[in-house]
């Protein structure tokens, strides 16, 4: 039975997730929360990490540790992508296992999801067409971690979860334009040119291709209704199921912003997959839903940016 003195450990508590993760927990009452920093403890080390299960012995086990990057970072390190999510997630999974975790909550991405899935995107998709191929590394390290929490519901008697959340924003993000993910790299282009006497904003593609967003106050919510609750499945997908297209995303966030220049939209660069849209209603079923529209999370997250340059 958890409670608010439950062992909680939340691999990747700096990252947006766990740290979202540990606000809401510690707001919540859960006083019992353990993590340590990656120089401290070296998920793809396996010894290391069951000595960490052997001297803890946590309750329960958040997995929002990952390697993590954008196209080029996939395209280049492939490899490292690949391998050391696996030892990351594996390592992880078997300790939970090895000393009875009552929870695990593993967390993955919609990228796990064929490239051309039927919109919205529902759970019984996966494994039924080609991925991505420009992150099917990451995405083949997600895909074993989900199946690994499946086989140890179905052979072992677990209630571990995988959650698969759609395109992410808050606290946290990563603004670098070399490898972050669309929002956050319009934040930062709008701001940037609004100090820079209102100049043109260049973005890539059409504008045309719709996304789904949700705050990552809203996934860590998520994370704690599942560790709360004996949910049927073991898989879930986690989005807002509300879509915008990258031009409306962009004037919503220039308006925010209070960028007053113009937007040159580069129609020789690729748009991307047209549509990605998360069907979330199963876990919507069982009584979790987003409460963070996406005007309001924009606003807060472009005040913290500005808070920290």
Known sequence: MID????????????MVGSACVRLFRLRGYSNLIFKTSKELDLRNQKNVFDFFEKEKPHVVIIAAAKVGG?????????????DNLLIQNNLITASENHNAEKVIFLGSSCIYPKMS?????????????LEETNQWYAIAKISGVKAIEALNKYKGKNYVSLMPTNLYGPNDNYDLNNSHVLPALIRKFHEAKLNNHSDVFLWG?????????HVNDLAEAILFSMLNNLESDLYNVGSGYEISIEQLALKVQSIVGHQGAIQWDNSKPDGTFRKLLDSNKLIKNGWKSKIDLETGIKSVYQEFTNKI
């Open 71 to 83: 196209i080029n970072a996939n395209n280049t390190y492939g490899y490292d992508f690949l391998m």
């Open 4 to 15: 608010k003195s439950s062992k909680i450990y939340i691999a990747g508590h700096n990252g």
């Open 206 to 214: 059409t504008g045309k291709p719709l996304r789904e967003f949700l």
């Open 118 to 130: 039927p919109q919205p995107i529902n759970e019984e998709y996966l494994l039924t067409g080609p």
